[in-house]
């Protein structure tokens, strides 16, 4: 792969699959800022393509299973990975209960406390994003940072859908 960030393996554009439906203003805003920050900085390159980037990718669910579509910038397709989505379940399932419980702590309780309960939401995220990187594995080489953003994504998908 080339050097981190460089032109020929990044990503340029994220789009998500809306036919899932919008979720709530919370999960948007993450959806959001997650797809600014990957653009900004990621690297990204699916393996065993030499002609290189930019990339484009198209997040999407399918009958159940996660869809990385990934494009050359201009639009040429480059190839499609379908990833199950049995492997993050629960720990989609978990990390949505406790940015629940972290949403409404910044609303009404302790500074310690909301501490307490982002600590656990930063380790489920961790968590989610090492089985990302894992489950993509010899398909698109990524940076922990680059999963840690694509993760994000992958729960936006999965709370919508």
């Known amino acids: 792969m080339s050097g981190a960030g460089s032109d020929t393996s990044r990503l340029i554009d994220v789009e998500l699959d809306e036919s899932v439906g919008r979720a709530t203003p ?3 805003h993450e959806r959001a800022v997650a797809i600014f920050d990957l653009v900004e900085e990621n690297c990204f390159h699916p393996v065993g393509d030499d002609k290189g980037g930019p990339y484009k990718l198209r997040l999407s669910l399918v009958d159940s299973r996660l869809v990385f579509a990934i494009s050359r910038g201009d639009g040429e ?3 499609t990975h379908i990833l199950s989505l049995t492997p993050f379940r629960r720990i989609v399932k978990d990390y949505f209960l406790i940015c629940e419980s972290y949403y409404d702590a910044i609303r009404s309780s302790t500074p ?3 501490e307490a309960i982002d600590m656990g939401r930063r380790g489920l995220h961790n968590e989610g994003s090492q089985t990302l990187m894992d489950r993509l594995n010899g398909k698109i080489d990524i940076d922990f940072d680059t999963a ?3 993760f994000t994504l992958v729960c936006v998908l999965h709370w919508r859908g």
């Open 26 to 28: 919370d999960i948007e």
């Open 77 to 79: 397709a480059v190839v």
């Open 112 to 114: 310690s406390q909301i």
């Open 148 to 150: 840690r953003r694509l």
